[in-house]
């Protein structure tokens, strides 16, 4: 792990520090790239879930219709 010391080379803290904004940096890129996926699929299981209620009630319609003229 790397530590400040009074000892440290400037060149040693700007390369961690660099480090630490590529880590940082990569990591919000990463946060945002997940928070748009689950924004797609949140859109996409909604539309899944109206085209199931959708069908429900085609398929009750049609078990009801079915029922009037056969039965």
Request: charged fraction near 35%; glycine fraction near 2%; aromatic fraction near 8%.
């Amino acid at each position: 792990m790397f530590t400040k010391t009074s000892a440290s080379h400037p060149h040693d803290e700007r390369s961690h520090d660099t480090f630490r904004d590529r880590r940082r940096s990569e990591m919000k890129r990463r946060f945002l790239l997940l928070q748009a996926r689950r924004s797609n699929l949140e859109r996409e299981l909604d539309s899944i879930k109206l085209s199931l209620i959708s069908l429900d009630k085609q398929m009750k319609h049609y078990a009801a219709y079915e029922q009037l003229t056969i039965g």
